[in-house]
């Protein structure tokens, strides 16, 4: 159902942006997020953003420095992720809530319905 793509490795302070494409037309009516799980810690929430992308939300460490889109055409959502830090490395999910054109988003990685596979995001200091 859903695709990550775009992880790798920087230094500290570089930029890097992920991709997850969504298939099926559905999945331009589902909200979308990005969370993120390190190394023996809890997955965390990161960014999600409504089916119209007219609502996004952030964790309170990404706050001004990752933004969350997508396009809809092309079924697929974004995370540019500037200003990296160590503390950002972790495994990247992209999920979908799957109820229909809902506005307010979770934040609950339990409350997501479909997972991709995770990327991996490396960075150094």
């Known amino acids: 159902q859903l695709q990550a793509s775009g992880g790798g490795s920087v230094q500290a302070g570089g930029s890097l942006r992920l991709s997850c494409e969504v298939a099926g037309k559905s999945g331009r009516t589902y909200a979308l997020g990005w969370f993120r799980q390190a190394p023996g810690k809890e997955r965390d929430f990161v960014a999600a953003i409504n089916y119209n992308g007219k609502g996004d939300y952030y964790g309170d460490s990404v706050k001004g420095r990752f933004t969350i889109s997508r396009d809809n055409a092309k079924n697929t959502v974004y995370l540019q992720m500037n200003n990296l830090k160590p503390e950002d490395t972790a495994v990247y999910y992209c999920?979908?809530?799957?109820?229909?054109?809902?506005?307010?988003?979770?934040?609950?990685?339990?409350?997501?319905?479909?997972w991709g596979k995770g990327t991996q995001v490396t960075v150094s200091s």
């Open positions: 999920a979908a809530d799957y109820r229909p054109l809902i506005v307010i988003v979770t934040t609950t990685p339990d409350d997501m319905h479909y």
